[in-house]
């Protein structure tokens, strides 16, 4: 089984819509993330969590809202969708007791299409 | 100023034989990481190589190795002996300190360089 899973794996949905996007982990990571990518300019870092009370913005972050339910999930929701918001979304744990070692793994993505 | 820059959008290399695909990084830490991610056309990320800033020999994983020059700021990614497989997008990626400098923050990614690899 994945470590890492993401629902739903692909999402076509309409402009105003409000849609959620599930991430869940087994490897027992403090740490997730999530973000976006769009062709030609790599992954940016929409928000993150390095506990469960803890969040914070990244680079693009409006539009965009997130929930750390637990340990385990991390959910981030599209308030009122818009096409440009269409892109691949990744999930994201790490483990900061690695320390300088410490890698982030994703997981499988989900594609959004916002029509 | 960008943190990251792979300045090769696409790279094409025969099977079997190596390839460099190039990363240089912007930082004035000290202590960080830098990091390769495969990303095939399935879509997944996958992690393939980890070298940290104080480490003083070049990080090795199975035919893949970094090309670590501190002064340069360059990460350069090695593969060698190319199989058709190894088609995919490489991003080259740099974890810095948070701001306060006492845990490591969030990644940094380039754009990507496309390889392929033919038979």
């Known amino acids: 089984d994945a470590d890492v899973t993401q629902t739903p794996r692909n999402r076509i949905t309409k402009t105003g819509k409000r849609i959620m996007l599930e991430c869940s982990q087994t490897k027992g990571h403090d740490r997730m993330y999530w973000y976006r990518q769009d062709p030609g300019l790599g992954l940016r870092l929409i928000y993150y969590s390095f506990d469960v009370k803890d969040i914070n913005k990244g680079e693009i972050s409006d539009g965009y809202s997130v929930s750390r339910q637990a340990q385990a999930k991390f959910s981030l929701s599209l308030e009122s969708a818009i096409p440009n918001q269409t892109a691949l979304y990744f999930c994201?744990?790490?483990?900061?007791?690695?320390?300088?070692?410490?890698?982030?793994?994703f997981g499988p993505g989900t594609r959004l299409l916002v029509l | 100023a960008q943190k990251i820059t792979q300045t090769q959008p696409g790279m094409f290399v025969q099977e079997k034989e190596a390839v460099t695909l190039d990363c240089t990084y912007d930082t004035s830490d000290q202590s960080y990481g830098l990091f390769w991610y495969k990303q095939p056309s399935s879509g997944e990320m996958i992690f393939l190589i980890y070298q940290g800033s104080y480490d003083e020999q070049n990080a090795t994983e199975g035919r893949y190795s970094l090309n670590f020059q501190k002064a340069r700021k360059s990460a350069n990614l090695v593969i060698s002996a190319s199989q058709l497989g190894d088609s995919a997008m490489y991003f080259c990626a740099m974890r810095e300190r948070t701001a306060g400098g006492t845990s490591y923050g969030k990644l940094t990614f380039g754009q990507g360089t496309i390889l392929t690899v033919h038979p």
């Open positions: 994201a744990t790490s483990d900061p007791g690695q320390g300088a070692w410490e890698t982030q793994y």
